[in-house]
């Protein structure tokens, strides 16, 4: 059963119940509450006439008397000695017990009549019994005619319950209905659906638990469909970068096969073996460095990273690291500049070392002869300059950052890398939540900075 079903008929119900209630407990109780206060009224006056006529003399007794008795209808007063001679009311030529004759002429066969006494005083001191005899107008017939008009009472009531009930239960059920009707709605996932909430009660308080609840929901849907794209994406790096793989490997591998079979069969120039082999040396040597990195690459994937976070002073790590360079420097006759400034961080020593160390490497890689190199370290920022043979350009630098990528001029470069130096190095920033930006200068420097 709907709850407008079932607010209808417990509405009705109590309203048809408490009709009955009232007019049962008027049925029996209407007659003792009318006795009871009209006796308490009738007591009420006898008490001020006899207060009134105390003390007072034998005719002024009977003057006051006649006087109430034409303003009082509902008691009939008569005075007597203590040998029971009448006063009043007087009646001549008729014998004194008359008077009880005469107090019950107006009397109905329904009125059950009773009596009040009290002993009065006249002025003289003579003593007289005041009566007051009273008959209460019979309720029996009052309630014998609520008892007829009892089912007119509950039809009238029934229908107005009927329509009190119906009214309640819709108006109740109004606003379950709306929140109904909008949660269905909430099926499309639609961000502009809301629960309307009115009002301070239940109700209200479901709709906006439904508001929070849809809200969460459409939040948490979208924080998936980011981490599905986020998975599809990373998926579809995997696959194009164990493609690429394959091709950085299946080439030098395919040439050396070839240099072997040459020596074997002593085909032409491969009969000289002692250069060929060593030929084929420098392209395992390419082929090492290359696996090496991709080693480097499953570590980050295996998110080793966050496991190792210390806080460490890069400027006195660097300071460690720049010898190597420096004779480097002189080794290929570039001109190195260092300047580092007090800087403590947060993160993998090894693998933020490993990145500075791959920008450097980078750097004295590409700089043209008897350039120069800077390492500068100023306030949250790291910046690696340096006199580029050939500055990149904006579609180069777009492409920088992918696997295996080497700008046209470098692959015929002897020493021109792997290709996944700046890669690793994006990886590992990215991990650790820092922005970088690689960038042209003036046309003729690279610059890479690190914000920390």
């Known amino acids: ?95 004194p017990d008359i008077k009880s004759e005469v107090n019950t002429f107006f009397l109905s066969e329904d009125m059950e009549p009773d009596k009040l006494k009290e002993t009065i005083t006249d002025q003289e001191g003579e003593q007289y019994i005041l009566e007051g005899e009273y008959s209460l107008q019979p309720v029996s017939d009052a309630s014998q005619i609520l008892f007829r008009l009892s089912p007119y009472f509950f039809v009238f009531s029934l229908s107005l319950g009927t329509a009190l009930s119906y009214i309640y239960s819709q108006i109740s059920t109004k606003r379950l209905k709306q929140i109904s009707e909008t949660t269905r ?100 040597e390419q082929q090492s460095q290359l696996v090496q990195s991709i080693l480097a690459m499953s570590k980050l994937e295996m998110q080793v990273i966050k496991n190792m976070y210390q ?31 007090p800087l403590v961080i947060e993160g993998n020593q090894i693998y933020l070392i490993k990145v500075i160390k791959n920008i450097l490497d980078n750097a004295f890689h590409y700089t043209r002869a008897g350039g120069e190199i800077v390492l500068r370290l100023e306030g949250n920022q790291l910046i690696v300059e340096n006199e580029a043979e050939k500055v990149l350009t904006k579609e180069q630098l777009e492409k920088i950052f992918q696997p295996f990528y080497r700008p046209d001029y470098s692959r015929s470069r002897k020493d021109g890398g792997t290709g996944l130096g700046l890669f690793i190095v994006q990886q590992i920033l990215d991990q650790h939540q820092l922005n970088y930006r690689f960038e042209a200068i003036e046309d003729k420097w690279m610059r890479f900075s690190i914000f920390f």
């Open 311 to 341: 806080t460490f002073s890069l400027s006195d790590t660097l300071m460690e690291q720049v010898g190597f360079y420096q004779t480097l420097a002189e080794v290929h006759g570039y001109r190195f500049w260092v300047q580092l400034e």
């Open 185 to 284: 709605k909430m099926v499309s996932l639609s961000p502009d659906v809301v629960c309307q909430v009115e009002g301070r009660d239940e109700i209200a308080d479901l709709a906006q638990d439904i508001n929070t609840l849809y809200d969460s929901l459409l939040r948490n849907m979208e924080t998936l469909r980011l981490e599905n794209e986020k998975v599809a994406e990373s998926e579809r790096s995997k696959a194009e970068f164990l493609r690429m793989t394959s091709h950085e490997l299946k080439t030098p591998i395919a040439g050396m096969m070839g240099i072997v079979d040459g020596m074997i069969y002593g085909i032409g120039e491969f009969k000289d073996r002692e250069k060929y082999l060593k030929k084929c040396r420098d392209i395992l």
């Open 1 to 95: 059963m709907k709850i407008a079903q079932r607010h209808f008929l417990w509405t009705n119900s109590l309203i048809f119940l408490v009709v009955t209630a009232l007019l049962t407990t008027l049925y029996f109780v209407m007659p003792m509450y009318y006795q009871a206060v009209k006796i308490n009224e009738i007591r009420q006056e006898f008490d001020y006439v006899s207060s009134r006529i105390q003390g007072k003399s034998l005719p002024d007794i009977e003057s006051f008397l006649k006087y109430f008795d034409r303003k009082n209808s509902r008691m009939w007063f008569s005075l007597s000695d203590k040998e029971d001679a009448i006063y009043y009311p007087k009646v001549e030529g008729i014998n």
